[in-house]
Every structure is written in C-alpha cells, then in structure tokens.
C-alpha cells in the first residue's frame, strides 16, 4: 500500500502538500511535474493594470540564496485571463495570486479571477505597497491588512489565501487576527527583504536599493515562523521559505504546516517537487507512516 499524500486545506483537497510557489512555475515546468503529485500551482502575481516590472537587472545570486526584485511585472489580469490563462493545464488546481495598489484594486482583481472559472483558490500577496497609506505594504500595517481581507472574503467565494510577509515583529497575532478576517489558510512566509553589493562598482548588484531574499538561507528563518504561526490550530497553515529537498519539506510539515510550497528550487532544478515527493514517501515508508497527515505537528517541544 502506498503513501496518501492527499491533504485538506480549509475546504479545499489537495492531491499532495506540495505546492508550487507564485512566480517560480512556466509552462515549461508541468513537463517536470505529475497532477497527482502536485497539490496546486500558485501562479505568477496578477494586477489590475499592467506592471512592467523593475529595470534589470533583476536578480543576483547570495551565498545560499537568490535576491530579487521582479517587480511584479504582469500583463494585468485582463489581458492574463484573456491570452494565458488557458495556457495552462486544466488538470492541476491553479491558484491565482493578487496583487494591487489599493484594496479595491485586490477585490475587482479577485472578483475577475474567480469569474474565470479556472481557480481554486485566491492567494493575496500582501507585500504590496498601498498607495493611499504612504507606500506601507499591506502585510505590515495590521489594521489595512485585516481591512483587507474581510474586503475580499465578501466579494469572493473561493478559498482565500493571505501570503503573511515575514518583515514584521508580531506575525502571531497578524496571523491570528487574519484567520478571523476570513482567512482560508495562511501561507509562511513571503521573502525577507535584503541587499547585495557590487564591490567593484560600489552599487547595488540589483536596480533597486533592496529585494527579497529566498533560498536555503532563509529556512531556518522561515521554519520558526511557521512554528509561531502554526500553533494556533484554528486556521491552515502553508509553510515554505528555503526548501529544497524531502528533509526540509518534512520539517515545515512536522512543525505544524499541513502542506509546504517550494519556489526557488525550481528555478536551480527543475526535477526538485519530483524530487521531494518521492523522498517523502520513502521516508514516511520507511518510518511506518501510511500518510502525509500522521507527520503533521509531530513537533516535541524541549522539556
């Protein structure tokens, strides 16, 4: 008998924990994947009007780690649902994640994606900046992210995801208040902001001042945050941030994440959720475990 790596988020099942991350997914990459091992593709952030991005150049390799500044760089979502949308095959739960400068912006934004008829869920990407407030990103003012959230749960009626930005000092109760807003599951964590030199030239390696960081270096990092957030048992929790292999998805499932995206692994190889899935079940095999959920917040705290 093999593994079932069948997951629940909220209402929502999946065909296994593993989730492809906002941006890090092209259509080249279903080639690498199977439908029955892959839970959902989250894909690329979509605006209400078209955002060519940040200047190059865009990305620049840390040690452990990848900065970047893309810049959400998107043909806006009319053009998205009108020339790309069916691209994509219909045989994998797609998730659609919104962006905006406004909280009207995410809502008509949401509300298109939802009419399409090709998502499962809504995923809010948060780590926009809200240009009625000063340029302060959602996911850091508390109040304009619960704002928000109850804007969109009332005007959708997918699952909501709300991806929580790790730059912050109190992500517990962000993460509390957002479950009761609406919130479906929460996804830990976005990327930490971050800067790279060119000590040749004394400038930024990348076109802006600062980016996000992924990649191994932030797991540690990440893998706490998930833990933070993960007690709290009244909402789900999809953890992720520097995965690359089984042993570091196992570890975001262990402290309590009911399922884990991967994203910048991709990227350096395109095989890794093949990978990881098959890690999985060989390890969970080889522990006596007959599912993904009987490892879920296995966790034991030091005494």
């Not at 909280?103 to 809200?130: H, T, W």
């Not at 508390?142 to 804007?151: D, H, N, Q, R, W």
């Not at 000092?169 to 902001?193: P, Y």
Request: proline share 5%; hydrophobic share 45%; net charge neutral.
């Amino acid at each position: 008998m093999g593994i079932d790596l069948k997951v629940k988020i909220g209402s929502l099942e999946l065909n296994s924990p593993l989730i492809l991350a906002s941006g890090t997914c092209s259509l080249e990459t279903f080639a690498f994947l199977k439908p029955e091992e892959t839970g959902a593709v989250v894909l690329k952030t979509v605006t209400l009007k078209p955002r060519q991005g940040n200047p190059p150049p865009r990305l620049a390799e840390t040690p452990a780690g990848l900065l970047n500044t893309i810049g959400l760089q998107n043909p806006g979502v009319e053009k998205f649902l009108e020339h790309e949308i069916d691209l994509y095959p219909s045989s994998y739960k797609l998730v659609g994640s919104v962006g905006g400068e406004t909280i009207d912006e995410y809502v008509e934004v949401a509300k298109k994606l939802e009419a399409s008829n090709r998502f499962a869920a809504i995923e809010l990407n948060v780590s926009c900046p809200n240009v009625n407030k000063g340029g302060i990103e959602f996911g850091r003012d508390e109040m304009l992210l619960l704002e928000l959230v109850k804007e969109v749960r009332g005007a959708v009626s997918l699952p909501l995801w709300v991806k929580l930005t790790p730059n912050t000092s109190n992500i517990e109760k962000i993460a509390l208040e957002t479950s009761r807003a609406g919130a479906d599951a929460l996804v830990v964590t976005n990327t930490f902001v971050g800067m790279a030199v060119d000590i040749e030239t004394q400038s930024s390696r990348i076109s802006t001042l600062s980016g996000g960081v992924s990649g191994p270096a932030i797991k540690p990092l990440a893998l706490y945050l998930v833990y933070r957030v993960a007690k709290n048992r009244n909402v789900a929790v999809i953890g992720g941030g520097g995965i690359f292999n089984f042993r570091d998805a196992l570890e975001f499932l262990i402290v309590g994440a009911q399922a884990f995206f991967v994203g910048t692994a991709m990227l350096v190889n395109p095989l890794a959720a093949k990978e990881i899935i098959s890690g999985l079940k060989e390890w969970l095999a080889g522990h006596g475990f007959h599912s993904i959920k009987e490892i879920v917040g296995t966790f034991r705290e030091p005494s």
